[in-house]
């Protein structure tokens, strides 16, 4: 099974690469790495990342879609957004984290569905498209195939959900302890949700 | 001041790209990514960056080296240890995470300090130098100007650390809930330590 990772410019380095590590670890998926043209796309913190034109994707695969700044702009790029929209329609299941859900909320496939979002950024997230169920307090939300995250971190909690979904709480355990990792595995439990706004 | 990242082939994602996430938040720091001859460079997750040749990096700043399956080579890479030792002895700091250490001890510039490394790893690292003083319960060591850490995540612990200790443990805090990312902020406790083996 391909993992299809997408990246734009501006991504937050660790919404990838964190669950990254942990998709990573299970024997019978492959990290293959996107971005809409194709060709070396920069994250926000300067890195610089060689990827694959999107239209080259497996369209039976699972889609991971970091967050961060360059969301604000991806929110109204429509090229990508058709792309994107026909990928994910097809992919067997689709994880967001951070921003990244304001992206896939634009599309329309999360309408009437639960979803989160960064913390810091939910105002914004909301205003995206708000035929959304967004969940102010939740580590990460899932429905039907949709895995959405809270902010940066977050993301290696869901990615670590997603693996105890498909394969067993056993086998995302041992991948938490095998990259030292303390799992915040109650996706319930939000632990960075703004306690004065009680929307959701 | 420059936050020099070493890459190499089979390095470990979330080895270098936790700390990036932290140390991409200080406004004074900037991030550049290093290898020895520059070039694309592929993790061990299959993800291809592009890097600079090392020889270009200023001599002053703060040097950041991932571990993961490639250190297993790099310790044998005399062309590398050379350019590396040279940089590390300019540096203002060196940070390793997980097998890194055993690069770093390579070098002889952790002989007679502190250091920790990967738990699953232990004996190899040991075995690379055992003039350096291991510290096998430790989530991160410090000693001097050198920070070594446990395994993959606990890069980011140490980071914090290392922002903490340099701009204040309100500064450290505030990157972490900024990531929504619970820090293990107890270098001493070391949640993953194999306790069956009792030297050090």
């Given at each position: 099974v391909d993992v299809n990772i997408i990246l734009f410019d501006d991504f937050e380095t660790l919404d990838a690469f964190g669950p990254v590590e942990i998709l990573g670890r299970i024997e019978s998926y492959t990290l293959r790495y996107f971005s809409l043209q194709g060709g070396i796309v920069k994250s926000r913190q300067g890195l610089r990342v060689e990827t694959v034109p999107l239209?080259?994707?497996?369209?039976?695969g699972i889609v991971l879609l970091p967050g961060g700044q360059g969301t604000r702009m991806l929110v109204n790029e429509v090229s990508f957004l058709s792309a994107f929209t026909d990928m994910v329609q097809n992919a067997a299941y689709c994880l967001t984290v951070c921003t990244g859900s304001a992206v896939l909320a634009k599309t329309g496939l999360l309408d009437r569905r639960k979803a989160t979002s960064n913390k810091n950024a939910f105002d914004w997230v909301k205003k995206i498209n708000e035929k959304v169920n967004w969940?102010?307090?939740?580590r990460w939300s899932v429905d039907g195939k949709y895995y959405t995250s809270s902010g940066v971190s977050a993301g290696m909690d869901m990615a670590l959900g997603f693996v105890s979904d498909r394969f067993g709480r056993e086998k995302a355990s041992a991948i938490a302890v095998s990259i030292e990792y303390v799992w915040n595995d109650d996706q319930s439990n939000d632990l960075f949700a703004k306690t004065g706004k009680s929307d959701v």
């Open positions: 239209m080259k994707a497996a369209s039976d969940q102010r307090r939740a």
